[in-house]
C-alpha cells in the first residue's frame, strides 16, 4: 500500500516547527525555539511574528532532510489553523497555502488543541477508543472525549485561567525568570508537598478553576506564609517576604504544585468513574511536569486505568502532533479551501 506522506507545519505562539509524518509514523519533528521572548517575561506577539519568519524556511528545509524526503514527495500540507497568536498563525497558515498552491496538494487545516491530544496516537502505545484526555498548557485546560481520531468533545474546561498560567503565575510572584513553569517543577523535587495548604476550588461538573488559587498564593506570599491568611491586610515587608521565599522555595513549589496537579486529577478520575472510561491520557505543554506525570501515573495503577502520555517531544508545542492530525484528517479526505482564515480562537 502506498504511504500517505504529510508536511506540517506549527507556528501557534512562540515555536516554529515542521515535522514529516508517513502514514502515521513521524519521520522528523523539528523545532526552533525563540530566546528572545526571556527577557520581557512572556511571549511578545510581534516578535514571535517576526521570528517565525525567520525560522521557518530553515525549519521546515531540516525538516524535509531529516525524513529523507522532497516536497515532490509530499501528499498534503497541513498547519496549525486556530488557536493562537494570530500573527504567529498567520506566518504558519500563509506559508502552508503558498506550498499547498505551488505544489498542487490538498491543504489540511488543524486545530491546535485537538492535536495536542491525538500526540497520543503517535507511539505504537497507544490509547484505545474511547479515551479522555487532560489537556493542560498555558492557555488552556480542558478534559476531552475521544471516540475517533476526529470525533472530539470537550467535556470541561477552565472557567478563568489554565493550568499553565497558575504556573508561571506563581512562578513570577516567587520571582522565577520565564518561563517559570519548569522551575517550580524543578524546585519542587526538593520540596515538602505538604508543608502548606493552598485550596481546591469547588466548582461542578467537570469543570476547573485556578483564578481564586492564584490569588491564594498571591495573599500567602504577601504575608510572608504568616498564619496563611490569604488577605492583603496582613501584607509583609518586602524584605519579610523575601526572606520567606527564600528560605521555603521548595516546598512553597512543591506545595503549590501538588494542589494544581490534585485539581486536575481529581476532575479527570471523576470523569472516569462518570463515564466507565479506562483509556486515560494526559497531553499539552503541562504535560511534560515530572510531577504531573508521576501523580497521573500513580493514580492509573491505584484505580485500574490504562494510562498514556506522549513522549516529551510531543507535549509541548511542535509540528509532529499537526502531523499525525494531518494524517487522519486526509483519511478522511477533510481538506481545507486556500481562504480558510487562522483564528485566535477555536474547540
Known amino acids: 500500500m502506498r504511504k500517505i506522506n504529510i508536511l506540517a507545519i506549527e507556528s501557534s505562539c512562540d515555536e516554529t516547527s515542521a515535522a514529516v509524518c ?26 514571535a511574528s517576526r521570528a517565525h519568519m525567520q525560522n521557518i524556511v530553515p525549519v521546515v528545509d531540516v525538516a524535509l532532510k531529516e525524513s529523507g524526503m522532497q516536497l515532490g514527495d509530499m501528499d498534503a500540507i497541513a498547519f ?9 498563525l498567520l ?12 505544489l498542487n496538494k490538498p491543504l489540511i487545516a488543524v486545530n491546535h488543541m485537538q492535536a495536542h491530544v491525538l500526540a497520543n496516537l503517535i507511539p505504537e502505545h497507544k490509547p ?19 471516540t475517533a481520531p476526529t470525533k472530539l468533545e470537550i467535556i ?22 520565564y518561563p517559570g513553569g519548569p522551575l517550580v517543577d524543578r524546585y519542587a523535587k526538593e520540596g515538602n508537598p505538604n508543608r502548606f495548604q493552598f485550596p481546591e476550588p469547588r466548582i461542578p461538573g467537570y469543570n476547573f478553576s485556578f483564578s481564586g488559587l492564584k490569588t491564594a498564593i498571591l495573599y500567602f506570599l504577601r504575608n510572608a506564609g504568616t498564619a496563611q491568611v490569604y488577605k492583603e491586610e496582613f501584607a509583609a515587608t518586602e524584605a519579610e517576604r523575601k526572606r520567606f521565599i527564600d ?28 463515564l466507565g472510561i479506562k483509556d486515560l491520557c494526559i497531553a499539552g505543554g503541562v504535560s511534560a511536569n515530572s510531577g ?19 513522549d516529551f517531544q510531543y507535549c509541548t508545542d511542535n509540528a509532529g502532533m499537526i502531523a499525525i492530525t494531518g494524517y487522519y484528517k486526509y483519511l478522511e479526505r477533510d481538506f481545507a479551501d ?10
Do not use: Y
Open 22 to 47: 508517513s502514514s502515521g509514523a513521524i519521520l522528523s519533528n523539528r523545532i526552533a525555539t525563540q530566546a528572545v521572548h526571556a527577557a520581557h517575561g512572556g511571549v511578545v506577539p510581534e516578535l
Open 91 to 102: 506566518v504558519g497558515g500563509q506559508f502552508a497555502k503558498s506550498l499547498s498552491l505551488a
Open 80 to 88: 496549525t489553523q486556530a488557536p493562537g497568536l494570530i500573527g504567529s
Open 338 to 347: 486556500l481562504s480558510i482564515p487562522s483564528m485566535a480562537r477555536g474547540f
Open 292 to 310: 504531573l506525570r508521576k501523580a497521573f501515573r500513580e493514580m492509573g495503577e491505584q484505580q485500574g486505568w490504562n494510562t498514556f502520555i506522549p
Open 156 to 177: 470541561g474546561e477552565t472557567i478563568d485561567d489554565a493550568a499553565g498560567e497558575a504556573f508561571d503565575k506563581a512562578a513570577k510572584m516567587l520571582g522565577l525568570p
Open 247 to 274: 528560605e521555603n522555595l521548595q516546598d512553597i513549589c512543591a506545595s503549590v504544585q501538588q494542589r494544581i496537579i490534585s485539581i486536575l486529577l481529581n476532575k479527570l478520575g471523576r470523569a472516569a468513574k462518570d
Open 128 to 146: 484505545s477508543f474511547p479515551f479522555l484526555c487532560l489537556t493542560v498548557s498555558g492557555g488552556h485546560t480542558q478534559i476531552v472525549k475521544c
